[in-house]
Each structure stands twice: as C-alpha cells, then as structure tokens.
C-alpha cells in the first residue's frame, strides 16, 4: 500500500526567507509525486510533478522539490517566500499504472508567511 | 476559460434532506472526480468515473451516489444527509488515468456543505 506523510502541518517563515514543506512516501513501485497548492476558498492547483524523469523538479512561482529515492521524499522548497505563497500545500503520490485513481493525499501544510 | 464548475458554492441542509452537487467540466476530459476536504484529513476520494455512463467507489463513498450521463457533468448526490457529511467538496477532472503521464488533477473551487 501507499502513502505519503507531510511532516509539519504548519509552517510558518518571514517574508523573503527560505520554504521548507517536508513529505516523505511509501510506495512498492515507481512512483509519480506531485505537489499542490490551494489559496483560500480557491481549489488546488497544481505546483509541480516528478513522473520518473529530473529528481529535481521545477515548478511554478519558484518553487522546486528533489525526489530523493533513498530517503522516500520529496520535499518542496522555494528560495525566498513571499506574502502570496501563504496557502495549504498538499503533496501527492500516485503509482505508475496504478489503474484509475492511484492518488493518495497527504494531510497538508498550512504555509504562514510573516511580514 | 472556466474549466472545472461547481454548483452550488455554498449549502446548508437539515439532516434527512437531499441534495445535488453538479460538476462541469469544459476541457473533455474523460475522468472527473468527487473529493471531500476536512481539517487534518487532506482530499479522500468519494467517487470517481473513467468516462460517460460509469462511475466506481472510492475511499469513502457511503451515503452518496453519483451520476455521469454526459461526458461533461458529474454530479454527486446525498439521499439522505447526514452531520457526518458536512464538508468541503471537491470536483476535479483529469484527461486521462492509468499511465497518464501528466497525472494533472484540474479542481473546482469547492462546493461548502453544512449539514445541521
């Protein structure tokens, strides 16, 4: 079975200091991981996604996250936070051929950004 | 350029009363999916469909039921609605499943339920 762990379920950073969102996984095969990012009252978006090509993923407004196999993570970083990154993160893991839905959610970081 | 449609917003029922979650999604994708959002406990999947006339279960689909007549519309409903049901729901779509290797979910921005 799979799952994914976020390891703080909030986070809070100044203004223009480095993010850290902590997810670890659980999977028996080659998994795809993907983080999203959900502004209040909004739905999820998606931030970015490792699907077995870079460990080190690129996604938008800055953020980035490495797949590191050995350490089953795949954590979410950014340089230097803004105001308008404080929202819930949510990183997600799904099995490769996993038939329909193979998607499993972690439990969220709630990002606090302080002025 | 509306993508995922979810009506309506906001809902406030008495416990027995029934109701209709319509999702729409504009983009043809053949996957659509019914999520619930509660504090602590991230997205769990209710039920989801491959495509037009099918749906299947997922994680937590007792009390509700879904419908997938057109390849646009998925709608949740709630035949008899419970406290336990009072949630933020969520409609997502996907173009395709299994191998996709996109593996993009698209969300509506959530339909909020109070049962009371």
């Known amino acids: 079975a799979q799952s994914v762990t976020q390891l703080d379920s909030h986070v809070s950073v100044s203004e223009g200091t480095p993010v850290l969102l902590r997810c670890n996984y659980s999977?028996?095969?080659?998994?795809?991981l993907f983080w999203y990012v959900q502004h209040p009252n909004k739905g999820l978006q998606l931030l970015l996604k490792?699907?077995?090509?870079?460990?080190l993923v690129k996604g938008i407004n800055g953020f980035e996250a490495e797949f590191k196999k050995s350490e089953t993570s795949f954590h979410l970083t950014k340089p230097s936070a803004h105001m308008n990154d404080a929202a819930e993160y949510f990183c997600v893991v799904r099995l490769t051929g996993g038939g329909a839905d193979g998607l499993t959610f972690g439990k969220g970081t709630h990002l606090i950004i302080q002025p | 350029n509306a993508g995922v449609t979810q009506t309506p917003k906001f809902r406030v029922l008495k416990t027995g009363q029934s109701m209709t979650l319509l999702c729409a999604q504009d983009?043809?994708?053949?996957?659509m999916y019914w999520y619930r959002q509660d504090p602590g406990m991230g997205l769990r999947l209710i039920h989801y469909s491959v495509g037009e006339g099918t749906t299947a279960k997922g994680e937590v689909p007792d009390g509700y039921n879904v419908s997938r007549l057109k390849k646009q519309n998925f709608l949740l409903g709630l035949e008899s609605a419970a406290p336990s049901q009072t949630s933020v729901y969520f409609c997502a779509s996907k173009r395709t499943g299994g191998v996709d290797v996109t593996g993009e979910l698209f969300f509506g921005e959530g339909s909020r339920l109070t049962v009371l």
């Open positions: 999977s028996s095969y080659s998994p795809s």
């Open positions: 490792y699907t077995s090509a870079a460990t």
């Open positions: 983009m043809n994708h053949e996957y």
